[in-house]
């Protein structure tokens, strides 16, 4: 099987539950969608910029930070400098484990600030993975429709002003990357972002992508890797490790070791199925 057959049958098992319409929105995207994001991966030898965290309350989701996190790990790996970027309270969650820059949370100087991260710390790739995407009237919402700016910060910017090529995956319609299919994304039950990016991978769950990338990347570089990288991934210790520092359920509201309501379960199923098919 070629790299854009094999691409496209991960992009197809990513949103085979169709949890928020995502299976609907596929085939708006140019197919080959995860392998082309997992090439631009495979290239990086200087920092990555990867955005995550998106606000419940007073905390975070556990979607997004466990992705985050696993291509932190594969970034390393490939002699990458990644750095997670988010606000507080996740930016403290991780930030004695994690290299992280600190995004300034409901900051009127957003564009000054991405604007100056970007020219220090020049990144060779800009990924996010699911954080809120700035809506028409530029304000952030939740899946619920609940103005949610106050407690976000604006990564957007970073997108709207990289010299270097952006990825951004979502499983809603109001993530960064969404404007992308911006006119089908209207037609979901949801206050769509317009934020634009180079590649928008799309899963069920934000973090399932981070499995469908790790899948290709290994694949890509297969001599190194083996058998593949995703027999390390452990979704419940990594899931175990966010609510112990307060993360919580992004649809429950819940501090469980959950996804978007589904134990980590549905995530091993997801790996072995892409260790089946790749392998």
């Known amino acids: 099987m070629d790299l854009l057959q094999l691409s496209i049958q991960i992009e197809q098992m990513l949103v085979r539950q169709n949890l928020r319409g995502m299976a609907r929105l596929l085939p708006h995207l140019k197919a080959g969608?995860?392998?082309?994001?997992?090439?631009?991966?495979?290239?990086?030898?200087?920092?990555?910029?990867?955005?995550?965290?998106?606000?419940?309350?007073?905390?975070?989701?556990?979607?997004?930070?466990?992705?985050?996190?696993v291509l932190y790990q594969l970034l390393k790996k490939l002699g990458a400098t990644p750095l997670l970027c988010c606000g507080d309270p996740l930016f403290s969650a991780l930030k004695d484990d994690y290299s992280c820059l600190q995004l300034p949370v409901n900051s009127a100087d957003a564009t000054d600030f991405a604007r100056h991260s970007l020219q220090q710390l020049n990144p060779e790739l800009i990924i996010s993975i699911e954080?809120?995407?700035?809506?028409?009237?530029?304000?952030?919402?939740?899946?619920?429709g609940v103005d949610i700016s106050a407690r976000c910060a604006n990564f957007d910017v970073f997108f709207q002003q990289?010299?270097?090529?952006?990825?951004?995956?979502?499983?809603?319609g109001n993530e960064i990357g969404m404007g992308n299919l911006n006119e089908v994304v209207s037609e979901l039950a949801i206050t769509p972002s317009v934020t634009r990016c180079d590649e928008l991978l799309l899963a069920d769950v934000s973090n399932w992508a981070a499995y469908g990338l790790l899948a290709l990347v290994s694949k890509l570089k297969d001599a190194e890797t083996g058998c593949g990288w995703l027999i390390d991934c452990q979704p419940a210790e990594l899931l175990q490790y966010l609510v112990n520092r307060g993360c919580v359920?992004?649809?429950?509201?819940?501090?469980?070791?959950?996804?978007?309501?589904?134990?980590?379960e549905h995530a091993?199923?997801?790996?072995?199925?892409?260790?089946?098919l790749c392998y």
Request: charged share 20%; glycine share 14%.
């Open 162 to 172: 990289a010299s270097c090529p952006t990825i951004a995956i979502g499983d809603g």
């Open 33 to 69: 969608s995860y392998v082309r994001a997992a090439t631009l991966i495979t290239k990086c030898k200087g920092v990555v910029l990867i955005g995550t965290g998106f606000p419940v309350g007073d905390s975070f989701e556990t979607d997004g930070p466990v992705g985050a996190i």
């Open 249 to 264: 359920d992004g649809v429950t509201g819940l501090a469980s070791i959950t996804e978007d309501s589904l134990p980590p």
């Open 131 to 144: 954080r809120p995407g700035l809506a028409a009237d530029g304000r952030y919402y939740n899946m619920r």
């Open 268 to 276: 091993m199923q997801l790996i072995k199925d892409l260790q089946k």
